[in-house]
């Protein structure tokens, strides 16, 4: 993708998050962002191709997450500090809670990135609790299907805003008790004394601009 058009995108984004837009319509984002009209066109034909953009580079960027980082090997709870990490440093671009603003006005748009982002989540929280497992840091008996639906579900609430207002709450603070709490409930006496060595170490700093 196009740096400048990225970068475009991220500005649109950090708006959405704090200023709320409510259409997503080139003349609402233009006069909030400062961004012209002519040139969102020269990117996109409509805000219904802008919106599908928005999504596409959520999913995107925590996508190449994994692209990036080599895993093959890696302690499994250090493959989710890492991911972690990474989503808190690119914080902007891959939150969800600006793809639920976009829900009521843009349903089909909405549905087909909400299934392809949830399909790729489940299938990583699958494989890293499976090499969990096999590394013997995380519990024999686990149901890899099940914790990866819960996981998912948990996901989704940490971004409703009717649950979790972001004045109340903010999203490190609901980010770094799910994922203490995800890593409790599923590792073993000796996975559990390694999470908690490891994550004395390791801020998440949030990119929120």
Known sequence: ????????????????RNK??????????????????????????????????????ERQKFEEIFQVHNFEGVN????????????????????????????????RI????FD???????????????????????REDLSTELLARLYMSRLIDMHNPDLFPPEKFSFETLFALMFEDLVRSIAKPEGIAYFEKKIKSVKFEVDKA
């Open 116 to 138: 392809k982002r949830m399909e790729f989540i489940f299938n990583k929280i699958q494989i890293n609790l499976t090499k969990g497992i096999a590394q013997g840091i995380y």
């Open 110 to 113: 909405y549905q087909e990135h």
């Open 20 to 57: 709320k837009l409510k259409d997503f319509s080139f003349k609402e984002i233009s006069a909030n962002t400062g961004i012209p009209v002519e040139e969102l066109k020269t990117y996109v034909s409509s805000h219904e191709e802008l919106v599908e953009k928005i999504l596409e580079i």
């Open 76 to 107: 499994a709870i250090d493959i989710l500090l890492i991911v972690s990490k990474e989503v808190a440093k690119y914080y902007i671009l891959v939150t969800p809670s600006i793809t639920i603003q976009l829900k009521e006005k843009f349903p």
């Open 1 to 16: 993708m196009d740096k400048h058009f990225l970068e475009l995108l991220k500005e649109i984004r950090y708006t959405a």
